[in-house]
């Protein structure tokens, strides 16, 4: 009889539930923990698919299991227990990015965008149009920021000066590559009369033009943003980044101030994407254990065991240290940021002291410094993999040969390749370019574990934009390339499973967290995004879908939560409750 009763009882509170899940708004029904999809690719070591297949969830944000079904059955199962059915969407891991940098696109999406403008006049006038929606911006206590200026889009090709911006306002503009800075003549003249000469690892190549090293010239002048600003800085760049499909990045450089905002922001719940970040020393290059404090939440949002050092600048200002000259500056082999010696210390002081060692080196000569760092370095307690090379961008043949004897990590980004594609061969000539520079393909065929992004916001940061960079090596925002072919040095393409485990799987190799993400998997946090379409080697439908910077993606979940969904639009994304 009590059987009866409680049979009686669940039957009723189901239909009760089922009733009332039909009459809640879309946004606030109840997150059933199993969703199923027309597709699920799990993109786990065998890939499997299931079409339809669902995810079954537990109670902490995993997944419990994957497991196709029949239409059929599926219906039943939406009425009588509230799945969650979506059998026009198309589910795949959740998107990560190897190596981002989160508080700079957040000011990004909040400074003057340069990467458009074609000569000073537009320049002026996005500076202008700022300035109206920022009444007071530009004063000593509230310079104008903007990004992405680029010589080649100015007069001649030549670098501006000072004078080429407005006299009266305070204005520091980043290019393109954030290894110079351009500043206008009020900021300039906070130097005093003379124009220092630039420190070591820094060129000042015309009067208000600041690279690399010189940059620190100018950078005890600019105002900090406070730190409600850059908490802001976090959430609009989170809430883009999940409309992009991405629900975690390695973040590329991160001083202890900032740890310390993402570690408080974990904390309440408003770090909504899982951050992997890579300590930065306030001292850039040194050895700083006192501002390293290890981070390993459970809950997987926040991990820091890795630290972030620097070989050298950057391709399109001729600072990456290159072996032999510049082929369009041969008075010049770039820079070094620091003498190789000290790389050896700081790589070997590090990994002994149990912190991943990831070296920025873009130049021959800083990955042969890097590689020979790693050589000698003797890691206690890191998780593997120990090392990586972040940009890996141009690698004399020798030294790529030794890679995978030393486990070292290529962290690449295919839209870095696309986009250097127009100055890479002036820079490099021929035979380097086609020796050396931006190799995927045969890094993996090595055996060179690989791990891919964007390095937002020096680029982009859609990691589908990226996929389509690797599998056709094409500018994703013209489709164009340049050397013949099909693509720039096309046999340096992947195909789409190996780009799509590159910013998925690749990445959670690359931070030691294979075991917890970059795969739809058992056990693996509950992280998948929802496309439109099935994505398949389908030569007749190619990847020109791929560029698309907006609208690609449906819906976007971390830890078995909904935190962006593009038919309620924006404004209601994050929205979600649980049956208690
Ligand atoms: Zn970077």
């Not at 990994?351 to 990831?358: E, I, L, P, T």
């Not at 030393?406 to 390749?417: D, F, K, M, R, W």
């Not at 909904?562 to 994304?573: C, H, I, K, L, N």
Request: proline content about 6%.
């Amino acid at each position: 009889m009590l059987q009866h009763a409680l049979l009686f009882l669940s039957l009723l509170i189901s239909a009760l539930l089922v009733r009332h899940l039909h009459e809640l708004p879309l946004a606030f029904r109840p997150q059933g923990d199993v969703h199923c999809y027309g597709s699920i690719a799990t993109l786990s070591a065998s890939n499997s698919v299931y079409a339809p297949g669902c995810l079954r969830l537990t109670r902490d944000g995993r997944f419990s299991s994957v497991f196709s079904a029949n239409e059929e059955e599926l219906r039943r199962k939406e009425k009588q227990e509230g799945w969650n059915i979506d059998l026009t969407g198309h589910a795949l891991p959740g998107l990560w990015d190897g190596h981002a940098h989160l508080l700079q696109y957040g000011e990004m999406l909040a400074s003057v965008q340069l990467h458009d403008a074609r000569g000073f006049t537009e320049i002026h006038a996005l500076i202008g149009a700022y300035r109206q929606l920022h009444p007071g911006a530009g004063s000593r206590q509230s310079w104008i920021i903007g990004m992405g200026w680029d010589q080649s889009h100015l007069p001649h090709g030549l670098l501006p000066s000072a004078k080429d911006l407005p006299a009266d306002l305070y204005i520091l503009l980043h290019r393109i590559d954030f290894h110079c800075i351009w500043v206008s003549p009020p900021v300039l003249s906070l130097l005093g009369p003379q124009i220092p000469a630039p420190p070591e690892g820094g060129t000042i190549p015309s009067a208000g033009v600041f690279c690399d090293n010189a940059i620190d010239l100018i950078l005890p002048f600019l105002p900090p943003p406070t730190k409600a600003q850059k908490k802001s800085f976090v959430l609009n760049a989170q809430r883009k980044l999940h409309s992009y499909g991405m629900v975690g990045i390695h973040d590329a450089g991160v001083v202890q101030e900032d740890r310390e905002l993402y570690e408080e922001m974990a904390e309440t719940g408003e770090l909504q994407l899982r951050i992997y970040a890579m300590v930065e020393c306030r001292i850039r290059n040194s050895f700083c254990p006192e501002e390293a404090k290890k981070v390993e939440r459970e809950d997987g949002m926040l991990i820091v065991r890795s630290v972030k050092l620097f070989a050298d600048g950057a391709l399109g200002s001729w600072g990456a240290a290159l072996l032999a000259p510049y082929s369009d500056k041969p008075s010049t082999n770039g820079t070094m940021l620091l003498a190789p010696s000290l790389l050896t210390q700081l790589t070997a002081q590090w990994s002994a002291a149990g912190y991943q060692v990831n070296i920025h080196a873009i130049g021959d000569a800083a990955n042969r410094a890097a590689i020979s760092a790693i050589a000698s370095a003797r890691p206690k307690n890191v998780p593997s993999p120990a090392f990586r090379l972040e940009h890996a961008q141009i690698i004399a043949p020798e030294d790529q040969r030794k890679l995978p004897a030393l486990g070292i990590v290529a962290s690449i980004q295919p839209t870095h390749a696309t986009s250097d594609q127009f100055i890479a061969e002036a820079r490099l000539g021929k035979q380097r370019l086609a020796e050396s520079a931006y190799r995927m393909k045969s890094l993996l065929q090595a055996g060179v574990p690989v791990v891919l992004g964007s390095d937002f916001p020096v680029e982009p940061p859609p990691a589908l934009r990226g996929v389509y960079a690797a599998v056709t090596r094409r500018d994703p925002a013209t489709g164009r390339w340049v050397g013949g072919g099909n693509g720039f040095f096309e046999e340096q393409r992947l195909t789409v499973w190996e780009a799509l485990s590159g910013f998925t799987r690749g990445v959670a190799f690359a931070g030691g967290a294979s075991d917890e993400a970059g795969a739809v998997e058992k056990g693996k946090w509950a992280d998948w995004i929802v496309l439109d379409r099935r994505v398949v080697e389908d030569p007749k439908s190619g990847w020109e879908w791929l560029r698309e910077e907006e609208g690609l993606v449906r819906e976007t979940w971390i830890r078995g939560k909904r935190v962006f969904g593009r038919t309620e639009g924006e404004a209601s994304a994050g929205i979600s409750f649980e049956l208690a």
